[in-house]
Each structure stands twice: as C-alpha cells, then as structure tokens.
C-alpha cells in the first residue's frame, strides 16, 4: 500500500466531505510530493494534507 493510498483513506475517513479536494494519484510513494500537489490546490488543504500526513506518520 503506498503513502498515497494510505493517505487518501484517511483523509475520505477524516473529512469525507472535503476527501475529494484532498485526493491524490494513489501510486505517489513521497509525502513532498503529496503536500506539493495538493498545496497547489489552496494553502488551507495544503495545511491539511500535511496533518493528514502527520498522522499516518504517527500511526505507522
């Protein structure tokens, strides 16, 4: 399972109705990346990605 799968199920499981704003392409292994894509999108889901992010990091 790679960090981005990982990453858009918590994020689907956290906040449903802001899951498909935070998705990225399940094959992406880098967090940078993930943060990269989805900063781009809005600083406020860049902020969340990245506790999204934080809390896998916990969890593993």
Do not use: W
């Not at 799968?5 to 392409?25: G, Q």
């Amino acid at each position: 399972m790679t960090l981005a799968t990982r990453y858009n199920a918590e994020a689907k499981r956290l906040m449903p109705h802001m899951a498909d704003s935070l998705a990225v392409d399940p094959a992406i292994t880098c967090a940078c990346e993930i943060d990269d894509i989805v900063f781009r999108r809005s600083e406020y889901l860049g902020g969340m990605a990245i506790a999204i992010l934080a809390l896998i990091e916990q969890q593993a």
